[in-house]
């Protein structure tokens, strides 16, 4: 299980531009569960994944997986059991490494990084027959730079590289904003079935309310810090895209826009 | 003539040891490491009083490999750890090994004399290589020198410490959701880097005798230079028809896509090339570094890198 609990978060802090985003949050996620976060630009979904992940630091709070504080462990420390896909297809691969080269990088992952051969030739059968699996083409580009594949495609080897080794957690922020809607959907789709083959916690922070609630198990709304909706289980089955969107509105509404 | 062009070779292949070094900073890392100007004396320092103590002359190559691994370590360290912007993280070591080096030399210039062994004329290298010219036997030791040390540098790439250098340069961000320490990597990277640095400034005393304090200066633009020749040419090369079509040939592939280490010692060999040329149509050597630096301006215009990231290849 993961919980944020008290979490503090500050913006510049002491300056004339201080902003407190979290005052005192908490959020309790099941094991297995596949949580949607959705919410206007500002409303704190991105904030929270960070602070999950220790790319930010908190001004007061714990974050803790299983009951264990993991607080004081640093970002990279906290990715053994945790993958993450970005927003910007680019983000989650090396552009001027091959793709065979970037997928070995995920695959020695939780490995010693020694003297041993990068590339285990061994493995690239497996590695084709994934990449056969996404449907995209990509099984004959192993040699090809990642940088000149588009951003569907790159984006496709993110979520593979992200869910490669064993994990409990899989972040994804915003990972399909990027891509044309056809692309965007395969991309859902391979989430979806990724999470569910390997059973994994996923935090997905969208703005397609489609995707939150034909994927999520639970549907969260954020706004200005706060989670202002949240629907699981019976009463998230009976939940619409309008319900979600007549909220939403309502929020915007208040914010003046 | 011959002979002039046989020690501009000579010069071009072992300088090349600096450009591999600022291949690993600058074109891996994006990180110019401006400790080069510090770490090539510091080699040159240490086997310069070696030697005149009388230590064995192939034995001043691991001690200054070690010395310049400490330096770049240091470099890393201040940078990473403490935070300080690169440029600045560079000229910190610099500045700190001028001193260091005046103290290991015991002045600002050191002489190696003639009696004294060095690795072109030491026993072992007599043996081997008794029958050749000193300039031929400088030539066969630094090219066999070099290519051993890109050889192991082609093996380290692809190794998994080696794409993850190649990759924290490309993505650090993806080097954390790895799981790895990003800054560690990078000091690893400075680490290599600075030995090689310090081992080219090894060879260039065994080759010169000499040791002086000021021999560092504009080394890390050399290195730059010779780094972004070789480069620049390659992806010309490697795009032109005559590549593509070698690359379809079985077992011939390799010459179809030549590696970053081939690029940079043939960066290397022309660059010193060029200022050779300068010199002998009638400059005066007091003119170098003017024109080492001209020739580097030309050079990020011309290729069009005006100093922004270079992708390695």
């Known amino acids: 299980m993961l919980e944020m609990r008290d979490i503090t978060k500050v913006y510049n802090p002491g300056t004339i531009t201080e902003q407190r985003l979290f005052d005192h ?24 994944l960070n602070i999950i992940c220790g790319s930010i630091p908190i001004e007061g709070g714990d974050v803790l997986v299983g009951g264990v504080s993991i607080s004081r462990m640093k970002d990279y420390q906290r990715y053994a059991t945790m993958g993450r896909v970005y927003q910007n ?16 990088l995920a695959d020695n992952k939780g490995k010693a990084f020694g003297l041993h051969r990068a590339i285990d030739r061994r493995r690239v059968e497996q590695y084709r027959e994934q990449l056969l699996s996404l449907g995209l083409g990509l099984e004959d580009k192993l040699d090809v730079k990642m940088g000149a594949l588009s951003g569907g495609q790159r984006q496709a080897v993110s979520l593979l590289m992200a ?15 990027a891509l044309d809607p056809k692309t965007a959907d395969t991309i859902m789709r391979l989430t979806d079935q ?64 | 003539m011959a002979d002039l062009l046989i020690s501009t070779l000579i010069q071009g292949l072992i300088y090349a040891l600096i450009s591999f070094g600022v291949y690993i900073t600058y074109s891996i890392l994006d990180f110019p490491d401006l400790g080069v100007d510090g770490t090539f004396p510091l080699g040159a320092a240490i086997t310069a009083i070696l030697l005149t103590r009388g230590v064995n002359a192939w034995l001043t190559l691991p001690i200054s ?28 070591t610099m500045t700190a090994l001028f001193s260091i080096n005046l103290y290991i030399a015991n002045g600002s210039n050191l002489t190696v004399d003639r009696g004294t062994d060095t690795i072109f004329t030491a026993p072992s290298t007599m043996s081997l290589l008794g029958g050749l010219t000193l300039m031929e036997r ?53 680490v290599i880097s600075n030995a090689l640095v310090a081992l080219a400034g090894c060879v260039v005393c065994h080759e010169q005798r000499s040791f002086s304090a ?19 040419l390659m992806s010309f090369y490697t795009a032109s028809p005559a590549a593509r079509g070698l690359r379809q040939v079985r077992g011939l592939r390799f010459l179809g896509s030549p590696r970053g280490t081939t690029a940079v010692i043939l960066g290397s060999v022309l660059y010193k090339l060029c200022i050779q040329l300068a010199l002998s149509m009638g400059l005066p050597p007091n003119m170098m570094k003017l024109i080492t630096a001209m020739l580097f301006l030309l050079v990020l215009v011309v290729s069009g890198r005006k100093g922004e990231e270079i992708i390695h290849a």
């Open chain 1, 25 to 48: 949050f908490s959020l309790k996620v099941e094991e297995g569960q596949f949580v949607a976060i959705v919410g206007s630009n500002g409303s704190g979904k991105t904030s929270l």
């Open chain 1, 89 to 104: 297809p680019a983000a989650g691969t090396c552009p001027n490494l091959t793709m065979l080269e970037n997928l070995s």
């Open chain 1, 163 to 177: 869910t490669m080794t064993p994990l409990k957690f899989l972040i994804l922020d915003e990972h399909t904003a």
């Open chain 1, 194 to 257: 990724v999470v569910r083959e390997k059973k994994l916690t996923a935090l997905m922070v969208t703005h397609n309310l489609r995707y939150a609630v034909e994927y999520g198990d639970r549907v969260l709304m954020m706004d200005r810090g706060h989670v202002v909706l949240d629907r699981a289980g019976e009463e998230k089955r009976t939940t619409s895209i309008d319900d979600i969107l007549t909220r939403f509105n309502q929020i915007s509404m208040e914010c003046g826009n």
């Open chain 2, 65 to 92: 490999l070690a010395a310049g691994a400490l330096a770049g370590l240091f470099t890393g360290f201040i940078h990473v750890r403490l935070k300080i912007r690169n440029l600045l993280a560079g000229i910190i």
């Open chain 2, 138 to 190: 400088k030539l066969v030791v630094s090219l066999v020198l070099i290519l051993t040390v890109k050889l192991v540098l082609d093996l380290y790439f692809n190794t998994r410490s080696g794409l993850l250098l190649r990759a924290v340069g490309d993505n650090a961000d993806l080097v954390t959701t790895l799981a790895k320490d990003r800054g560690s990597v990078k000091m690893l990277g400075l």
């Open chain 2, 214 to 232: 000021t021999m560092g200066t504009g080394q890390l633009v050399f290195g730059l230079a010779a780094v972004i020749i070789g480069i620049s």
